[in-house]
């Protein structure tokens, strides 16, 4: 969402690029020898670099300007890249991802709850917290967010609106790896990954409100739930679907999203 505001880039590799950090990490311990703490700082910075940095320079700003829909499309066209290079030159079959964490689950109560996932939960709302305090709370994040608002009045203003895009790409390229080290524990690290995580933050996005930082946790949590349940009380051969119900459903019904404000155009 942060992409979309800034330099109004839809992303629709955003799935291959939470599965590709992953083997950066990866590689990074196979061919390059390094520990696992090492390796994850190699592919953070790897991250930064490919999915930050290059993605920007060399895919989004040459064709921006030729409008949203070839962009759409050069997305598509990458994650089809990153999907079928990762099988080709690293492995086709799913590979196991070291976990920083221990691997027990807690019984509380009734229920068992798996320290991973708790450690997940908490982390991934620390990195929520802070992405928002830094929005909101320092002069680079304010600039960050007067761009997204009106970038025309941002540069007028003094702000160094290519410098903030540039913090956007880099933002979602660290945001991205963390998720891949988050998740990749549990789901091991395929190159198939990617397709199931775009989908679902995709239809999270737009259920909660494309718009709204907020709206896009309010539909991860809704979609998470509601594809849990479904499996738990009805049938796990459904569990594709129901994020497309969701989103047919708020398409149809409220396009904005739950949480989403409307946005009008002047013509």
Do not use: C
């Amino acid at each position: 969402m942060l992409l979309w505001q800034t330099s109004q880039t839809i992303n629709f590799a955003q799935g291959e690029f939470v599965m590709l950090p992953a083997f950066f990490v990866l590689a990074a311990m196979k061919f390059g020898g390094l520990s696992f703490p090492l390796a994850i700082l190699a592919g953070l910075a790897l991250a930064l670099l490919v999915l930050g940095l290059l993605f920007k320079r060399l895919v989004v700003d040459p064709i921006i300007r030729h409008g949203v829909l070839p962009l759409v499309i050069s997305t598509v066209a990458l994650a089809i890249f990153l999907k079928e290079g990762v099988k080709e030159f690293y492995a086709a079959d799913a590979q196991a991802f070291p976990a920083a964490w221990a691997t027990t689950n807690l019984a509380l109560g009734p229920a068992v709850v798996s320290v991973q996932n708790l450690v997940i939960i908490a982390v991934a709302v620390a990195a929520v917290g802070l992405l928002q305090y830094f929005l909101g709370g320092t002069r680079t994040g304010r600039q960050m967010q007067a761009t997204a608002q009106n970038p025309a009045l941002a540069r007028i203003l003094g702000i160094p609106v290519e410098r903030m895009i540039l913090y956007t790409f880099l933002i979602n390229a660290a945001l991205v790896a963390l998720a891949s080290f988050l998740i990749s524990p549990i789901y091991l690290a395929k190159f198939t990954n990617g397709e199931t995580l775009g989908l679902v933050a995709f239809v999270a996005a737009i259920v909660g409100g494309f718009n709204q930082v907020r709206g896009a946790i309010v539909g991860g949590l809704l979609v998470g739930v509601i594809d849990n349940f479904v499996a738990a009380y009805w049938s796990s051969q459904y569990r594709a679907a129901i994020p497309l119900f969701l989103l047919i459903a708020v398409i149809l019904f409220r396009p904005q999203g739950l949480l989403g404000r409307a946005e009008e155009r002047t013509v």
